[in-house]
């Protein structure tokens, strides 16, 4: 069972930065898991921000592309989102998520791990 804990939001103006972290349990082998992160606002669906594959390769939601960078330190287990030039739009509840599957490692994927979330809000 893979546990995720993520850590970093907070409360920010906007044109801030953030970087959000996600602990994954140890015991696995987390190089070989494709994560991601997601995030939903308040009376808006899912959305998934940006996925890093086993490989280190990425993608990003065009709302966040330029502004936001996935990345992951497998020593650490530790999956991070670096958020620059903060909006109000950004304001959500980011969780991370994780799955083995190779096909379902994309923004639209199906992941079956995920953290309970960390609120991020950005005031104008």
């Known amino acids: 069972q893979v546990q995720l804990v993520e850590s970093g939001g907070g409360s920010v103006q906007a044109g801030g930065s953030l970087r959000l972290s996600c602990a994954a349990s140890?015991?696995?082998?987390?190089?070989?898991?494709?994560m991601a992160w997601f995030r939903r606002a308040p009376g808006k669906e899912r959305e998934g921000v940006a996925v890093?594959?086993?490989?280190?390769?990425?993608s990003y939601a065009d709302s966040v592309k330029g502004r936001f960078t996935i990345s992951k330190d497998n020593a650490k287990n530790t999956l991070y989102l670096l958020m620059n030039s903060l909006t109000p739009e950004d304001t959500a509840t980011y969780h991370c998520?994780?799955?083995?599957?190779?096909?379902?490692?994309?923004?639209?994927?199906?992941?079956?791990?995920w953290g309970q979330g960390t609120q991020v809000t950005v005031s104008s």
């Open positions: 998520a994780a799955t083995t599957f190779n096909w379902a490692c994309h923004l639209r994927g199906e992941f079956g791990y």
């Open positions: 140890s015991g696995y082998r987390y190089s070989t898991y494709c």
């Open positions: 890093i594959d086993s490989d280190g390769s990425t």
